[in-house]
């Protein structure tokens, strides 16, 4: 009896280790990446739509064979809207799930509250948004617009086409508007606009109530000089923003507004028809007209099974982050994070336009800028495009960074170079 309980423990034992052998070798046999973006919280409205992207990126790229011969495993976290819980999903991700890269992040303040941690543990963060510039890690990656990729080009076309002399800045309370509001003020009176005919506003996140604003922003552009709206404004408060413009009667041919971070997801919650003729300025539209956007449209209402789900810039700009790494990663032969940070800069991969988008030695990466107007169907009509623009991370505009640059190629090396000293280590990041 004894003998026999001997060996069935032998023989139990041994499957237990053949079991914990098998899942080590199946954990070996993926290449884990992070997705970090808010499921809940008030940027929820954004974010969710850049999770499942993300999800339907590694599901075609495992069709295609995965990457270095190993199937992707995507690990999601839910950092609900709490920038400091940004950090601490990312470090988790890091250190528990050992991710190979993590891709993420929607504002600025989870931007930074992540950086640090990027570059203490040596990971690799791809961001996808829109953001202010005026910084330049080793560690991130800028997929999204520079203030000269959209902000810039929006204040040109509503000079040019509408003869905009008022301005109204508004966005919401922290760094990417701030930063971003700065720029626009600098380059506005660079451009001969008197400080009195700039009007700048912030509200909280999730800020419901806009009847003063709106109304302000009314009586601002009664003067008989044409005002616009540059927007910052992020996430659902956007919603009863445009509903209170509809409200009061303002109209795209009164007061134009052009925004930074409303696009066809953030439309399809709201009712269009006060809003046709405002604008927006992206590097990508859903309605764009290529061979390329019409396969990802079509592969993506087939992932979610939906036919009136919509893409939107920051899923192009996931789209060419995921699929930079995956490239850099097969030139490197490995998903260690110096290997591919050497490999990828240089790198071009198709973007939503029918052209290419190139890695820059800035970590930021070559875009058009286009220009839509908002139409009935929530959609966009493309007003302007132009050639592809070299991202660029510190603004000509301001005193502290005019005579920076960025370069992480060796022997550089460096995020803050300064052109008129000679050293790296200027202001900024």
């Not at 070996?28 to 919280?41: R, V, W």
């Not at 409205?45 to 495992?62: P, W």
């Not at 800045?169 to 001969?192: C, H, M, R, S, W």
């Amino acid at each position: 009896m004894k003998i026999k309980n001997l060996m069935t423990g032998a023989a139990l034992a041994g499957m237990l280790s053949a079991t914990m052998f098998q899942s080590a070798y199946a954990a070996e046999d993926t290449i884990k990446i992070g997705i970090l973006h808010s499921l809940s919280g008030t940027m929820a409205i954004s974010e969710t739509t850049l999770k499942d992207a993300m999800l339907m990126l590694v599901e075609e790229q495992n069709k295609k064979g995965g990457v270095l011969g190993k199937k992707i495993e995507a690990v999601v976290v839910d950092p609900a809207s709490d920038w400091p819980l940004f950090a601490e999903k990312a470090r988790d991700l890091i250190e528990k799930d050992k991710v190979a890269a993590v891709f993420g992040c929607w504002t600025s303040s989870s931007r930074k509250s992540v950086l640090p941690v990027f570059e203490e543990l040596n990971s690799i963060l791809f961001y996808p948004v829109q953001y202010e510039g005026e910084e330049s890690s080793r560690n991130i990656f800028y997929t999204g617009a520079a203030p000269n990729q959209q902000a810039i080009p929006a204040v040109d076309y509503l000079m040019a086409t509408e003869g905009v002399e008022r301005w109204v800045l508004a966005g919401t309370d922290y760094v990417y508007p701030q930063t971003t509001n700065k720029i626009l003020k600098a380059y506005l009176e660079a451009k001969g606009v008197k400080p009195e005919d700039i009007m700048v506003n912030y509200t909280p996140f999730g800020h419901s109530d806009w009847q003063t604003i709106v109304s302000d922003i009314k009586k601002f552009g009664s003067s008989g000089k044409k005002t616009a709206v540059v927007s910052t404004i992020n996430g659902d408060a956007n919603v009863p923003f445009y509903k209170e413009l509809g409200n009061q009667g303002i109209k795209a041919e009164d007061i134009p507004v052009v925004a930074f971070s409303v696009g066809e997801e953030e439309l399809a919650g709201l009712d269009t028809a006060p809003l046709v003729g405002h604008l927006a300025a992206w590097n990508y539209f859903q309605s764009v007209d290529a061979p390329v956007n019409a396969e990802f449209i079509k592969t993506w209402k087939a992932y979610t099974k939906n036919d009136k789900r919509v893409t939107n810039d920051p899923m192009e700009a996931a789209y060419i982050g995921f699929n930079a790494w995956v490239k850099a990663v097969e030139a490197a032969g490995t998903t260690d994070t110096d290997p591919v940070l050497d490999a990828i800069i240089g790198v071009s991969v198709p973007n939503l336009s029918g052209g290419t988008s190139t890695v820059m030695p800035n970590h930021h990466i070559t875009k058009p800028v286009l220009i839509g107007e908002i139409q009935a169907d929530g959609q966009f009509e493309i007003v302007q495009q132009t050639p592809a623009v070299v991202g660029d991370e510190w603004s000509d505009y301001l005193a502290d960074s005019k005579d920076l640059i960025s370069d992480w190629r060796k022997p550089m090396s460096c995020g803050n170079f300064n052109v008129a000293t000679g050293k790296c280590g200027g202001k900024g990041s």
